[in-house]
Nanobody, 125 residues
């Protein structure tokens, strides 16, 4: 089992950048596939990005391709999401999610049993 804690959210102007971090507390983080999801007010939670356990395979939602990069540092038990060229429509609570013993990426929220508490990202126009 793993506990996930996100950080790095905040308020940024359109066109700006933020780097989200997700720290995993548990001994087997390196075997987890990880993902980032977001939920805007009044909307359903949506997939943003995913990375496999080694970090050599990533997958992105079309809406964020070219602007968001997911990465991981297994030695630090962290996964990151670098967000550039932010838009007001990126405003949401961002969640990291983990799935153990998984060598590929996953894009559906029901495929992840472990979730963080979320971090708010607000992009002003």
């Amino acid at each position: 089992q793993v506990q996930l804690v996100e950080s790095g959210g905040g308020l940024v102007q359109a066109g700006g950048s933020l780097r989200l971090s997700c720290t995993a507390f548990g001994r087997t983080f390196s075997s987890y596939a990880m993902g980032w999801f977001r939920q805007a007010p009044g909307k359903e939670r949506e997939f943003v990005a995913a990375i496999n356990w080694t970090g050599d395979t990533t997958y992105y939602a079309d809406s964020v391709k070219g602007r968001i990069t997911i990465s991981r540092d297994n030695a630090k038990n962290r996964v990151y999401q670098q967000m550039n060229s932010l838009k007001p429509e990126d405003t949401a609570v961002y969640y990291c999610a983990g799935r153990p013993n998984s060598g590929r990426t996953f894009v559906s929220d029901y495929e992840y049993p472990y979730w963080g508490q979320g971090t708010q990202v607000t992009v002003s126009s």
